[in-house]
């Protein structure tokens, strides 16, 4: 279910004010009391399983669960820090950036992968790979691209058949979409030529994941770069539509993380929800397919091409780098 | 003989094992805390160049461009500053006096025109942090430009190091502890033994035995030693001197007494009034027991004299007993008393045969003397278990109260009066015994007699 979708193809920086919420449901227990309030990045519809089962655990809570993006969490958290008990999201630099500065609340006793948190505070408990998700009928012959390279093959021998039908996240709007462009930009070269590519192709810029996928099942775009596959996977009405391919040159993983707020005076409720969210308890307790994968994907061999959780990080961050950065993309994709 | 006991005040061992002690634990807590010590100076080195690193690749990374100036930090600037706790890392990036970018409030120390970097340890948000500061000037277009950058971590890394650290340095204190207290252990033994040889040396001698300690001493012994040695040798000279003074008296005054005597014996001949003749008859037996008493202290003497530079020679002991009796037996006769000798045909021995001959004279001479009328006092010797010479006579016995006096010097048993004798002769009889590495036991026979025996 969606209740708010934003298809923002504005240019130019976003003015940060009173913040404007995507979503905002109150789950109750069965016997609900005390009430967590949770901000997320994490579309409810997503979310609502895992929600739902620990809940079912533990009845006496309600949990008031707010959607926005990520960079809209990471200011309305920097903002008004007391206003909230748990902070998720996939930005994982906007979070490190949160626990850097001394929002989080570190748990001391939280059995957890070292390489999955940072300063017991900050933790990671999903596997989301940035995928390459495109629309099938849309491709008809065509090769589907299994890597940057062959897209940019694909995309350089048919620019007829693509163009316009190319959509990635708007960086400048979406924290995750940010850090796959800095994460994909570190990595290789061929991330400004691909961007150069997507610039001549008139890209279509999404805030969010949902949307994105959202444009794809309706075939408006055929390609969906950067984009979560989990998301993706998720709407199991389309597996028929689309192909999920993870880029066999280098795929970037990112880590859903959470924290919990520091001035929070609901420490032990959200404890028992943050254990259960690196439980991954959750993951077979709901038992579907609609959920996010969780940490322990088994198909994740190599370590290295998770996105570390380190203050390295916080370089993209800066605000001359940030600059820098936005301008170059801007100078490839917007025409 | 009394053992005496020294007036004891403190222990050497226990002195310097509590020095030594005392020693190693200042030297432990010491050498703990210059490990410490130094450690946290390498670990804090060790931050500080890290951050320089990542404070000079900011710098490196600046330029400008069109009278702006632009930075690219690159990834590693930060991700260098990567340890295992999780460090925070708060950075600001000054052009001249205002701030470029990075955080704010984050206050950067006045930079000496001269210096490279500066680093230093500040609370930033109320957390200790290190910082590291390091600046650089941009020239074009006419432009000239100050960069400073800073970079501050904290600092849990550094104090979980510490703390490893000072784990390891308390492990390895209290080993090198454990090693020099067994090492003082060592040493005090060691320093102890040879005063605990002397003592145990001057305590096996032989109650005759004043030779000069010979075994070498260390220094600090060597004046305890010869003070000792010097001791030893006065005691003994003062001893020989009055040994040798009691043997030329008594050889002094047995000459007279043996003239006093015959002049008795003639002048007894002549006198017929009965108590005339009783006062001879005691005084003679006065000059006898006179007489006996120097012939004894002389044989003392001799016994002494000779057991000191014993001259041993193998030679058959029943031989030499035989002949004792035999010069015996005229007295014996006198006193309707019957020596009968018995035992082995030959009984080889080896020792100083004058020695052993006035030591068996002596006994049966008290066999004799105790020995009433008409009895049989025997003598046995014998080769098995070891050679021996028994004297064994039918008398009262010896007193049983005071058995264990009798063979000191003068020591008479109560049961003497009215016999003559000095009391030496068991004595003479015990040394003889003791220079030969042998004893002379008394013992009383069931039958009430004393029964005396020379062992080898």
Not at chain 1, 241 to 261: C, G, H, Q
Not at chain 2, 142 to 169: F, K, M, P, Y
Not at chain 2, 337 to 350: I, N
Request: glycine letters at 6%.
């Amino acid at each position: 279910m969606r209740y708010f979708l934003f298809l923002i193809l504005v240019v130019g920086s976003p003015i940060v004010t009173a913040i404007e919420w995507e979503e905002q449901r109150i789950f109750k227990g069965a016997n609900g009391g005390e009430t967590l309030r949770v901000i997320s990045s994490t579309d409810s519809s997503v979310f609502a399983p895992i929600i739902d089962s620990f809940l079912s655990a533990h009845p006496y809570l309600n949990i008031e669960y707010r959607v926005a993006s990520s960079t809209g969490i990471y200011n309305e958290y920097r903002q008004s820090p007391d206003q909230y008990d748990l902070v998720i999201s996939s930005a994982m630099d906007l979070q490190l950036k949160l626990v850097n500065d001394g929002y989080a609340f570190a748990l001391d006793d939280v059995d957890h992968p070292e390489w999955a948190q940072w300063r017991q505070s900050l933790f990671g408990f999903t596997l989301e790979p940035a995928s390459i998700v495109v629309n099938k009928s849309a491709f008809g012959n065509l090769p589907v691209p299994q890597s940057r390279q062959e897209m940019i093959e694909v995309l350089r021998a048919n620019p007829d058949v693509f163009r316009g039908k190319i959509g990635t996240y708007d960086v400048r709007q979406s924290g995750l979409g940010y850090l796959f462009a800095t994460q994909d930009a570190r990595a290789s070269d061929n991330y400004w030529r691909l961007m150069e590519i997507f610039g001549n192709l008139e890209t279509r810029l999404y805030c969010c994941s949902g949307a994105m996928i959202e444009d794809l099942a309706q075939g408006r775009i055929a390609i969906a770069f950067n984009v979560l596959g989990s998301y993706a996977a998720a709407r199991s009405d389309l597996a028929e539509k689309i192909e999920i391919v993870l880029p066999s040159d280098f795929p970037n993983i990112m880590m859903r993380t959470a924290l919990i707020a520091k001035s929070t005076r609901r420490v032990r409720s959200a404890g028992l929800f943050l254990r259960y969210l690196v439980s991954s308890r959750w993951n077979d307790d709901a038992g579907q397919a609609n959920t996010l994968p969780s940490l322990h994907l088994p198909s994740i061999k190599d370590k290295r091409s998770i996105i570390a959780l380190e203050p390295g990080l916080m370089i993209f961050l800066d605000r001359l780098k940030r600059q820098s950065f936005i301008k170059e993309w801007e100078n490839a994709v917007i025409h | 003989m009394t053992s005496s006991t020294a007036n004891i005040s403190g222990s050497l061992r226990r002195t310097l094992a509590i020095t030594l002690l005392c020693a190693v634990t200042v030297l432990t807590v010491l050498l703990y805390f210059v490990i410490r010590n130094y450690a946290a100076q390498i670990a804090q080195q060790s931050q500080d160049s890290i951050l320089q690193a990542s404070v000079t690749s900011m710098l490196d990374a600046t330029k400008l461009r069109e009278g702006v100036v632009e930075m690219d930090i690159p990834y590693v600037s930060f991700s260098m500053l990567n340890t295992a706790t999780d460090d925070r890392v708060f950075y600001t990036v000054h052009q001249d006096d205002k701030v470029l970018s990075g955080y704010d409030d984050l206050q950067v120390p006045q930079m000496a025109t001269d210096a490279n970097i500066v680093f230093r340890s500040i609370n930033y948000k109320d957390i200790p942090v290190r910082q590291a500061t390091a600046s650089r000037m941009l020239v074009g277009d006419g432009l000239r430009t100050q960069i400073t950058a800073s970079i501050a971590q904290t600092q849990d890394n550094l104090s979980v190091t510490l703390q490893r650290i000072s784990r390891n340095a308390a492990v390895f204190g209290a080993g090198f502890f454990l090693l020099a207290a067994l090492l003082s252990a060592w040493v005090v033994s060691s320093t102890i033994r040879p005063l605990k040889k002397l003592a145990s040396s001057v305590t096996r001698r032989g109650p005759q035995d004043l030779s000069p300690v010979a075994m070498p001493v260390p220094t600090e012994m060597g004046s305890l030693v010869s003070s000792l040695n010097n001791f030893m040798s006065r005691l003994e000279k003062s001893l020989t001197q009055s040994e040798d003074f009691i043997a030329e008296a008594a050889h002094r005054v047995r000459t007279p007494i043996a003239t006093v005597r015959s002049h008795a014996e003639i002048t007894l001949q002549r006198v017929e009034k009965e108590e005339n003749r009783q006062a001879l008859k005691a005084m003679i037996r006065a000059t006898d027991e006179a007489s006996r008493a120097a012939g004894q202290l002389l044989d003392h003497a001799m016994v002494t004299f000779r057991a000191e530079q014993l001259e041993f020679q193998e030679f058959d002991l029943v031989a030499l007993v035989e002949e004792i009796v035999l010069r015996l037996t005229p007295i014996a006769e006198m006193r309707y008393v019957e020596l009968c000798l018995q035992g082995d045909a030959t009984v080889m021995v080896s020792g100083d045969p004058i020695l052993i001959q006035n030591a068996v004279r002596n006994l049966i001479d008290n066999a004799l003397k105790y020995s009433p009328h008409e009895s049989v006092a025997t003598i046995t010797v014998r080769s098995n278990p070891a050679p021996y010479v028994e004297v064994q006579d039918q008398g009262a016995g010896y007193p049983v109260q005071e058995m264990k006096q009798l063979t000191g010097r003068f020591s008479r048993g109560k049961n003497s009066h009215g016999t003559v004798g000095s009391g030496l002769g068991l004595t003479i009889a015990r040394e003889v015994a003791l220079a030969h590495n042998g004893e002379l036991t008394i013992a009383n026979t069931p039958q009430g007699g004393a029964c005396a025996t020379f062992s080898f």
